[in-house]
Structures are given as C-alpha cells and as structure tokens.
Antibody
C-alpha cells in the first residue's frame, strides 16, 4: 500500500525558513517522480513543483510563482522527499501535500497523496 | 502557465441528481486532464485521469469527457458520499488546477 507521510510543518515567522519532509513507503521510491502541492484554507490547490527520479535525470521543475524561494530534493536512501522553504511570507500559510506522479505514459499524474502538513506563517 | 477555469464554483444538488462540472483550459491540453475529489479536512483523491479514465475503485456513476480545452465531470446519480469539492488539473504544461467546485446539498 502506498503511504506518504508529511512532517515538519508548524508556526514560523515571516522571513523564516522551514523544511518539510515526506516519508514514502509501499512503492519503489527510487523510480518514482514526486510532487508538492499546497492549499490555503478555503482556497484551491496550487502545484509547487516536481522532481523526477535520478534514473530519469532527476530534473526539478517549479511553479513560476515561487520565485526561487522553494527547493525540492530527495534522499533515495531513506525514501524521503523534501521541500525547503525560505523567505516565507504570510501568503505561504497552507496545508502542504506530497504526491506521487504516475508512471510516464500511463496518463496518470498526481495519483497518491499524503495527509498533508500545516504551515502557518505569522508574527 | 495554462489557466484552468471551473464552473460553477458551488453547486447545490440533491441525492439522485445528475450533476455536471465544467473545466476549461486557456489553451489545448489534449487529454492531459485529471479530476480529484476532496472531502473536508482530507487530501484530494484521484478520480479520473486522461480526461475520461476512471481510477481503480471509483464508482461508474462518475464519468469524464472532453479534450483540448473543454472538459466535463458528470455524476450520473449523486450519492451522499459525493458531496465534496472537485478539482480539475492539467499536466500538459506546468501543472495547474481549477479553482474547485463544491457540491453541496
């Protein structure tokens, strides 16, 4: 069974940094492409970025709106996905989800989701 | 980025109703379109991918159609578990979502 468990959320002051983790199990993480999505309270979903598997060049693609403040990485030895968030602003307050990305050619995209972790940016 | 516009934002319906939600893309996305269902306080769940393919385990009362720039999600006979928010999402370009449609009683 695919399991994705996010952690690392919490309260942070504007301008601060936070690193989210996503522990993956139940599938071949090494071969998986992964994504981060967030959702502010009462709002829609916002895609943040995607990281390919190392065998598929490990390329990372980000949403343009992030302006370079966020970075995605992975540790295949521990089956963990990361989201480093810097220069946090109040508008970054949201629930952050990690997701798997479906196999290339399957047509599936964000097919499994974690339960999310809440990040609150406030002074 | 490709803009996705869902309508309506809110839909009031009753059990047994046929419900249709529309999603329009600002440019063609082929069939690189997915629908997700989200219950309050829960993570979204993949419902339909490739515009019309039902995810395993999704009841057949759900169906998706469309290609290019116009897509629809239809629930043929609304059930109590279906009162939720539905999101469309394209993955032809950098991924973007519609703003969501809340289906309420």
């Amino acid at each position: 069974e695919v399991q994705l468990v996010e952690s690392g959320g919490g309260l942070v002051k504007p301008g601060g940094s936070l690193r989210l983790s996503c522990a993956a199990s139940g599938f071949s993480f090494t071969n998986a492409w992964m994504s981060w999505v967030r959702q502010a309270a009462g709002k829609g979903l916002e895609w943040l970025g995607r990281i390919k598997s190392k065998s598929a060049d490990g390329a990372i693609d980000y949403a343009a709106a992030l302006q370079g403040r966020f970075s995605i990485s992975r540790d295949d030895s521990t089956n963990t996905l990361f989201l480093q968030m810097d220069s946090l602003q109040t508008e970054d307050t949201a629930v952050y989800y990690c997701t798997t990305v479906g196999l290339a050619g399957s047509g599936r995209d964000l097919d499994y989701w974690g339960q999310g972790t809440l990040v609150t940016v406030s002074s | 980025d490709i803009q996705m516009t869902q309508s309506p934002s809110t839909l009031s319906a009753s059990v047994g109703d046929r419900v249709t939600i529309t999603c329009r893309a600002s440019q063609s996305v082929g069939t690189s379109l997915a629908w997700y269902q989200q219950n309050p306080g829960k993570a979204p769940k993949l419902l339909i991918y490739k515009a019309s393919t039902l995810e395993t385990g999704v009841p057949p009362r759900f169906s998706g159609s469309g290609s290019g720039t116009e897509f629809t999600l239809t629930i043929s006979s609304l059930q109590p578990d279906d009162f939720a928010t539905y999101h469309c999402q394209q993955h032809f370009g950098r991924r973007t979502f519609g703003q969501g449609t809340k289906v309420e009683i």
